[in-house]
């Protein structure tokens, strides 16, 4: 089993859609990024966060320590979302990142 | 601020050669971390390095290398490349543990 799971895999949506990425993950962890990778591969780092929830425009994450779960949402998705969302917990002590698989965003106009 | 930069951003190498790849962190960061991406692997930790120590590494072969210089810039190694090393290697740098990773544009490396 995969310590970290990223539901869905691909998602496609039209613009405007309400977005949710879920990620759970099974290690212990002091926080959990979220990221994300357009074409190209360059990696940017939208949220970390270890308790509670953030919120950076129209991007929401959230998580749950106890239930070992984040989500992140995007409001009125725009076709400049479309990329590949990664779910990254640091593991507790190490702060080594373990990824998840990652999932596909496609916003069509 | 400038971003980390990583170089070269594109190399092709042959198997049984070995590759030297470079990150320099945003400037005041101590933290640098490298990062493998392979389309069947996703994204592996490989090691991080803090003011010129290794802190911690990922479970790659010994073949996987790395260092940090006393300004933080970071270089990795790969000896003796395999036709499975063909990744993209990230490094990402950051003040320190618990604080946001800042990603460099990645080194695309293939071996043929």
């Known amino acids: 089993k995969n310590e970290v799971e990223q539901s869905p895999q691909n998602l496609t949506a039209q613009e405007g859609e309400f977005i949710t990425i879920n990620c759970s993950y099974s290690v212990g962890i002091s926080a959990l990024h979220w990221l994300q990778q357009h074409p190209g591969g360059g990696i940017v780092s939208l949220f970390m966060?270890?308790?509670g929830k953030k919120k950076h425009g129209r991007l929401i994450a959230t998580i749950n320590i106890q239930e070992k779960h984040s989500s992140l949402h995007i409001t009125a998705s725009h076709p400049r979302d479309s990329a590949v969302y990664i779910c990254a917990p640091a593991q507790g002590g190490s702060e080594k990142l373990v990824f998840g698989k990652g999932t596909k965003l496609t916003v069509n106009p | 601020k400038a971003g980390v930069t990583q170089t070269p951003r594109y190399l092709i190498k042959t198997r049984g050669q070995q590759v030297t790849l470079s990150c320099s962190p945003i400037s005041g960061h101590r933290s640098v971390s490298w990062y493998q991406q392979t389309p069947g692997q996703g994204l592996q930790f490989l090691f991080e390095y803090f003011s010129e120590t290794q802190r911690n590494k990922g479970n790659f072969p010994g073949r996987f290398s790395g260092r940090q210089f006393s300004n933080s810039r970071s270089e990795m190694n790969v000896s003796t490349l395999e036709l499975g090393d063909s990744a993209l290697y990230l490094c990402?740098?950051?003040?320190?543990?618990?604080?946001?990773?800042?990603f460099g544009p990645g080194t695309r490396l293939t071996v043929t």
């Open positions: 990402a740098s950051s003040p320190d543990r618990s604080y946001e990773q800042y």
């Open positions: 966060l270890s308790s």
